[in-house]
């Protein structure tokens, strides 16, 4: 069996700045991914509160900025998703095809969407639905609902706006989000916002998709190419072993295992505090490796 010292399960902004950090002590974590570098970084429109970036950078270039830091370094990521995490003297950690086993584990798995269950979403519209704005980031000339009223709802609508016509649909009557996000889709032409509004079904054909739609109003129907799901997210530790799960305090507090960026931080979830936490968490890794506390 080969024992990693350190493995980091995630390649979003937390898991790569660990893994910068580690390498220039000279370590070799093991970094896990199982879609793409830069997690959920990658939807961001503009990320305005990034130091070092006046006037903001597209979450997109900013990935790619961390892409190739990586490479400068020689930081190698392994796409395999992690389908276990367990512990027995070591962290057991299993993908699909291998078994890795390391002493430390870094989890900076993000987070997952919040699914919509309301009602049933009928398979002949499935591939138009979705829950970040990556997979249709490139469309153009298409209509889309997204369905929320927070900062990610609106984040999406200022994005998919650029080429495309949105509608954002809120359940309720009151806006979640940054007021200048607000603003900015106000002053959209491509970009309406109704509010109060609840899907009661929605129907797919090869042509596009039809949402019933109800309001106090009465009801109506919204033709749509696409929808995206913006309803909120929780922590993605579906991997974790049931003995792992009952072990982690333990495990943290003898500094094996360690929690990065919005798995960890609740309703905190910011790039450059999961980047700080990944710095954080790999300076009391290499402290610990040293001084043997
Ligand atoms: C629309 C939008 C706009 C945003 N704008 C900003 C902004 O302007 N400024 C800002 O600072 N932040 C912004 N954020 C928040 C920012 O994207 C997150 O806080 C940040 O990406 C969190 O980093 P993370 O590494 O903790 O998690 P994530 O970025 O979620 O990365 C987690 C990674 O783990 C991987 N993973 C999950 N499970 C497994 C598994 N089992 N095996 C292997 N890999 C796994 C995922 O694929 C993912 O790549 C925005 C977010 C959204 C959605």
Sequence with gaps: ??????????????????????????MEPLLLEK???????????????????????PGADLVKLFESHLGEIGMPVHFEEVVRLDWQESFIIETRDTKFHSRIAVVASGTKPRRFTDIEIPPEATERVFYEVYPIAGVADKRIAIVGAGDAAFDYALNLARRNEVTILNRGQKKRCLPLLWERAERSPRISYREDTSIAAIKGSRDGLVLDIKSPAGKWELSADYVIFAIGRVRQLDYFSERLTKMASE?????????????????YRQSSIAVGDGVHVAMKIYRRSQCKF
């Design 251 to 267: 495990l943290e507090e003898r500094g094996l295992l360690y929690f990065v960026g919005d798995v960890r931080n609740d309703i």
């Design 1 to 26: 069996m080969h024992l990693k010292e350190v493995a980091i399960i995630g390649a979003g902004p937390g898991g790569i700045a660990a893994a910068i950090q580690l390498k220039r002590y000279g």
């Design 35 to 57: 879609s793409h570098i830069g997690g959920l970084l990658v939807n961001a429109n503009l990320v305005e509160n990034y130091p070092g970036f006046p006037g903001g950078i």
